[in-house]
């Protein structure tokens, strides 16, 4: 399961400060069996799984981790899988700083690289 997905950082900012981390699937899976691949494949990662929402092509979770709140989205008909951080502010203005000192912010203060630490911290 661990080689399900691979992920490569990509970072896209939107208007509303949105990040995005980018996966890309060694195989594609049929759309059938999507939703329960990767409700497990969440849940191995220890995401919360908050709701999944499921349309023609896409299926999306909206999960949370260390109080962080984000969605994570496989599109069949782009062949994508993405997770993306966007509650109308960027993630690094969320961050609780000790004071205003861009040296005292934590090393990851983007989504996308805070995310992507975490999965590669974790060994599934």
């Not at 691979?6 to 195989?27: P, R, T, Y």
Request: hydrophobic share 40%; aromatic share 16%.
């Amino acid at each position: 399961m661990q080689q399900l997905i691979q992920f490569e950082l990509q970072v896209a900012q939107q208007e509303q400060g949105s990040n995005i981390l980018i996966g890309q699937l060694q195989s594609w899976p049929e759309w059938e069996k999507i939703e329960t691949l990767f409700n497990h494949w969440l849940n191995t990662y220890q995401f919360t799984i908050l709701e999944c929402i499921t349309g023609a092509d896409r299926v999306s979770w909206r999960l949370s981790l260390d109080q962080v709140y984000f969605y994570f989205h496989v599109e069949s008909l782009s062949e994508s899988c993405w997770f993306e951080y966007d509650d109308g502010l960027n993630f690094e203005q969320n961050l609780i700083c000790s004071d205003n000192n861009p040296k005292n912010k934590p090393k990851n203060a983007s989504f996308a690289l805070w995310l992507l630490d975490y999965l590669n911290s974790k060994t599934v």
